[in-house]
């Protein structure tokens, strides 16, 4: 087992989709499967990691050899997911965070009364966890070595989508930023998926299309091979 590519290494991943409170029983969500965080989990375990994974809501199981971690909102993902990266070599946020919250989730459910208008749901921004990660370990010493974003994006090369995701690989200042192409019934819920790994050093980006499992080994061997040797 010492031979494994991610032997000795703490790798936390989070992987789903999070759900914001409207009201105790309706919330905003999004499509995410939790299906590709899985994948990255099974692959980093088999690759030899310890490893922690925050889920959000997500319609597959968690393997049964990692730590876990079940989250609901974007806010409880981050404070698992800070707390979780203490320690860690590599910190993968595979989950789709919601950009918006309902400013203020009602206590109540909400009611269809003929005598007060319709409500207007008002969204503030979430945090960007993967922003903070990446702050924080350019602020303290140590931090994880390795810091991988992932970026859900319609479009093809020809409408610019690997500018756009290099764009976002600055922005974030991530080492890796993985991009997979997503549509209504593209990459989200599916079993198969098609990904591009994008990194800080302006490599040629690096094409893998098959099931999340084959896409999850192909990112976990970027990993291993991006983190310096010990
Ligand atoms: O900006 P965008 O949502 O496209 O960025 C996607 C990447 O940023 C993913 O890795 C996602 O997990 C992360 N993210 C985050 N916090 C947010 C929104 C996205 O960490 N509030």
Redesign the pocket.
């Known amino acids: 087992a010492r031979d494994l590519p991610l032997a000795g290494r703490y790798v936390v991943i989070?992987a789903g989709g999070t759900r914001e409170p409207l009201d105790p029983v309706r919330f905003l969500g999004n499509r995410s499967s939790g299906k590709q965080g899985v994948a990255l989990a099974r692959a980093a375990a088999a690759a030899g990691a310890r490893v922690h994974l925050v889920a959000a809501h997500m319609d597959v199981p968690a393997p049964g050899n990692v730590e876990v971690t079940r989250v609901e909102t974007?806010l409880e993902?981050?404070e698992a997911?800070l707390a979780a990266a203490e320690g860690a070599d590599v910190v993968i946020?595979?989950?789709?965070?919601?950009?918006f919250r309902p400013a203020q989730p009602a206590d109540a459910k909400i009611k269809k009364r003929d005598d007060v208008a319709d409500p207007v749901v008002v969204l503030v921004?979430?945090?960007?966890?993967?922003?903070?990660?990446v702050t924080r370990r350019a602020e303290h010493d140590g931090g994880p070595e390795l810091i991988?974003?992932?970026?859900?994006?319609t479009g093809d090369a020809e409408t610019g989508v690997f500018e756009y995701a290099r764009q976002?690989l600055e922005?974030?200042g991530?080492d890796l930023?993985?991009l997979n192409q997503v549509g209504k019934d593209l990459v989200f819920g599916q079993d198969s998926t098609a990904i591009t790994i994008l990194d800080r050093d302006g490599s040629a980006p690096a094409s893998f299309s098959g099931s999340k499992d084959a896409t999850a080994a192909a990112i976990i061997e970027r990993v291993g091979s991006a983190l310096k040797p010990r």
């Open positions: 989070t974007a993902l981050r997911a946020m595979a989950a789709a965070v919601a950009d921004r979430n945090p960007d966890i993967l922003r903070e990660l991988v974003g992932f970026a859900a994006e976002k922005r974030k991530c930023l993985v």
